[in-house]
C-alpha cells in the first residue's frame, strides 16, 4: 500500500475533526431516508460533500462521532490507494472504536474497483454514503454489481429558491412581496441568472473568478485527465461549439466539422468519446427531439450545460441562451431527463413535457408583435397534434399586455417560473 497504515489513521482523524467544525447544510431539494446506502453524484461544486457533512453530523449527534468513518479519495496523500487497500479502512475504524462504522466515501470512483467494495458493505448491513463527480459510476456494469443496493441522488447547484434562501430572503409561500422585497429579489435572480448556483460561490465577491476555477478543474481534470485526452485544444473548440449552440440541434458531425474548420485534425468518433466524457462530467447534458427517429434522437440532440455560471464563461453574447439553459436546468432537475425533450419537425418548440402534457416556448423578449406571432402560432400547431393540456411561453421578465392574451397560452416571467418549480419540487 503506497500509504502506511499510521499515515492513513492520521488522514482519517484529520479529515473527521476538520468535519466537525463546519456549518451544516441544509437542501430541501435534498432529503435521505435514514435507513438507505446513498450514492450522490452530480458536477463537481454542487454540493454533494457539504451534503455528505450534513448526514455526517446528523449520525454522529444520535450515535457519537467514533460510529463515523470519512475517506475522501481526492486527497492527493491517496491517490495511489487501490481497491485492496479500502478494507484497511475499515480496520482501522475497527481497531480505534470497535464499532462497525457509518461509512461516508467522497469521490471514490477515483479507486478502480470500487464498486466491490461498496456491494460488499451494503450485503454487510453497513451505512454507506458514496460521492462521485462522473457519469460513470451509473453505468450498466456498476449498475449490474450494485444491484438497489443504494439510492442514487443526482445533486445540482443550487435551484433558485435554494439560492433566495442562503442568501437570507424570506421566502413566502403565498407569493406576496412588498416592493422593496420584489426589488431584491429581481437582484438575485439577476445574479443567479449569469453567475449561477454553485453553493461555495455565494460567499465570494468574485464569483466568475470561482466559476472559471470550477471550470478549469472539470475541463482540465473530470474529462481530460481521467479519459486520456491529449487534444486539449479540439476539446476546448468542442465545448465551446456547443455553448454557442444551446438551443439548438447539433450533430456530431457538424461539431466535428467546426472543430476541423479551425485546423485542428479529429475524426468523428473521436469527437463522439469527447461528447460523452463532458457529458459523463456532468457539464452538459443532452435532451432529444420527441419526433425524431432514433437515430436522429441519439446523434442530434439539444445539449444544456448544468450551471449558467458556466455557460456565461463562454459566450460573448448570452441573455437568451442564458434564459433557455436555466429553463431547461429546472426542467431537468424537476422532472429528470427522460421525460424532457424538444420538437422539430416543420415547427419548432423549445420543451415538450409528454407525460404533464405541457408545452414551451422561451423568448427573451415578446414586445415584437411577430415574435409574439411566432411562438403563439408554433404553440397551437403543436397542440392541435399532440396532447397539450397546458403551453407557456417563458420570458426573461415580461407578461404580455391584455389585447396579446390568448386564453390557451400562459406567458410566465422566469422569475415567477423558478419559483413555481422549486415550490413543485419541494413538495413532490
Known amino acids: 500500500m503506497a500509504v502506511n497504515k499510521q499515515e492513513l489513521t492520521r488522514i482519517l482523524e484529520e479529515s473527521k475533526i476538520r468535519i466537525k467544525s463546519l456549518k451544516s447544510l441544509s437542501r430541501p431539494s435534498c432529503s435521505f431516508d435514514p435507513c438507505a446506502n446513498y450514492m450522490l453524484v452530480g458536477i463537481r461544486g454542487a454540493g454533494k460533500s457539504w451534503l455528505m457533512y450534513s448526514q455526517m453530523q446528523l449520525f454522529a449527534r444520535k450515535h457519537g462521532w467514533d460510529s463515523i468513518l470519512y475517506c475522501n479519495f481526492e486527497d492527493e496523500r491517496l491517490l495511489q490507494m487501490d481497491v485492496s487497500d479500502l478494507n484497511t479502512l475499515l480496520e ?11 461509512c461516508f466515501f467522497d469521490e471514490i470512483q477515483n479507486v478502480s474497483g470500487w464498486e466491490k467494495f461498496a456491494r460488499r458493505l451494503a450485503d454487510s448491513k453497513y451505512r454507506v454514503y458514496i460521492t462521485g463527480s462522473n457519469a460513470k459510476m451509473l453505468s ?15 445533486v445540482f447547484p443550487y435551484c433558485f429558491s435554494e439560492y433566495l434562501s442562503v442568501n437570507q430572503f ?12 420584489t426589488g431584491m429579489m429581481l437582484n438575485l435572480l439577476e445574479s443567479y441568472f449569469h453567475e449561477g448556483g454553485f453553493p461555495e460561490s455565494l460567499e465570494l465577491t468574485d464569483k466568475r473568478g ?4 470550477v471550470y478549469q478543474n472539470i475541463y ?3 474529462i481530460a485527465a481521467r479519459n486520456d485526452i491529449r487534444n486539449l485544444i479540439a476539446l476546448k473548440l468542442m465545448i465551446k461549439k456547443i455553448a454557442e449552440s444551446v438551443g439548438q440541434p447539433l450533430s456530431y458531425t457538424r461539431i466535428t466539422n467546426v472543430v476541423s474548420s479551425a485546423g485542428v485534425k479529429i475524426g468523428k468518433q473521436t469527437m463522439i468519446n469527447y461528447v460523452d466524457a463532458a457529458k459523463e462530467s456532468f457539464m452538459i447534458f443532452p435532451i432529444f427531439n420527441w419526433n425524431g427517429a432514433l437515430s436522429d434522437r441519439e446523434s442530434t440532440p439539444k445539449y444544456y450545460f448544468i450551471d449558467n455560471g458556466l455557460l456565461n464563461l463562454l459566450l460573448t453574447d448570452p441573455e437568451s441562451k442564458l434564459l433557455e439553459n436555466i429553463v431547461a436546468i429546472t426542467l431537468l432537475h424537476h422532472y429528470g431527463s427522460d421525460h424532457v425533450y424538444f420538437y422539430r419537425n416543420g415547427i419548432e418548440v423549445d420543451f415538450y413535457l409528454p407525460e404533464e402534457e405541457i408545452a414551451i416556448q422561451v423568448s ?15 404553440l397551437s400547431k403543436f397542440s392541435s397534434n399532440y396532447p397539450c393540456m397546458e403551453q407557456w411561453i417563458i420570458t426573461r421578465d415580461q407578461y404580455t399586455s391584455k389585447q396579446k392574451q390568448d386564453p390557451s397560452i400562459k406567458v410566465i416571467p422566469l422569475c415567477q417560473f423558478l419559483l413555481s418549480m422549486d415550490h413543485s419540487t419541494s413538495n413532490h
Do not use: F
Open 92 to 102: 482501522i475504524h475497527m481497531e480505534q472504536t470497535k464499532k462497525q462504522p457509518i
Open 140 to 154: 450498466h456494469d456498476i449498475g449490474t454489481t450494485l444491484g438497489a443496493r443504494y439510492l442514487i441522488m443526482t
Open 170 to 181: 424570506p421566502l413566502n409561500p403565498k407569493s406576496t412581496y412588498s416592493t422593496k422585497d
Open 210 to 213: 470561482y466559476v472559471s476555477s
Open 220 to 222: 482540465l481534470g473530470d
Open 364 to 378: 427573451y423578449d415578446l414586445s415584437d408583435e411577430d415574435t409574439y406571432a411566432r411562438e403563439v402560432t408554433a
